[in-house]
């Protein structure tokens, strides 16, 4: 078991350009999680997604949105980025049903806008 | 509102030093809390949540709702535990985990 994968890895954008970051879950799990990561910060939460529907979301603009997959991987685009949106983007997946808190969580995207 | 405080940026303490990482909440109802740890080109994993009440790694947590903590401790210090230390709080049947900054914890010889 792979565990969570994310990719790309690293990326670089310019300022008013579009990125999308792709993740795959853990084996058997069904929800996926996407946290931004700011340098010298604590992950921060976007959004969490399971049966394909977005079922929360954290205090971030609609630039930022998401997408999962029958196969539960799950997708983060990010519109007209910011210089402030360079961050690690993290992943997390779990189980819904049981509901322990606990996330695993991929390596992250590193994103660097200029 | 929802907040989690890791006050130190770095611990530094010598092997065998008892170690206290310092975590506060601030939370209306009845949270939640958990430790996660990253060590050294690893990625991001639970280390121990307080309902489980365990041990992980000669490392425990008590939930102090008075004071609003929810400290890491560990009596010895071994310099394999030098790792970032995230304390996380979820409020209510939620998936959404609220972390604090961090703090490094390095264990010197």
């Known amino acids: 078991d792979a565990g969570v994968t994310q990719s790309p890895t690293h990326l670089i954008k310019t300022r008013g350009q579009q990125v999308t970051l792709r993740c795959s879950p853990k084996s058997g799990h069904d929800t996926v999680s996407w946290y931004q990561q700011a340098l010298g910060q604590g992950p921060q939460f976007i959004f969490q997604y399971y049966e394909e529907e977005e079922r929360q979301r954290g205090n971030f603009p609609d630039r930022f949105s998401g997408h999962q997959f029958p196969n539960y991987s799950s997708e983060l685009n990010v519109n007209a980025l910011l210089l402030g949106d360079s961050a690690l983007y993290l992943c997390a997946s779990s189980f819904m049903t049981e509901n322990t808190g606990e996330l695993f969580f991929g390596e992250g995207s590193r994103l660097t806008v200029l | 509102a929802q907040r989690v405080t890791q006050p130190e940026k770095l611990l530094s303490v010598f092997k065998g030093a008892p170690v206290e990482l310092k975590c506060n909440y601030s939370?209306?109802?009845?949270?939640?809390l958990f430790w996660y740890v990253q060590y050294s080109r690893q990625r991001l994993q639970l280390l121990l949540r307080?309902?489980s009440r365990e041990s992980i790694k000669g490392f425990t947590a008590d939930l102090n709702k008075g004071e609003t903590s929810f400290h890491l401790k560990k009596p010895f210090a071994q310099e394999e535990d030098s790792a970032m230390y995230y304390c996380a709080l979820r409020g209510g049947n939620t998936g959404k985990l609220i972390f604090g900054q961090g703090t490094t914890l390095q264990v010197k010889p």
């Open positions: 939370y209306s109802g009845s949270p939640e």
């Open positions: 307080h309902i």
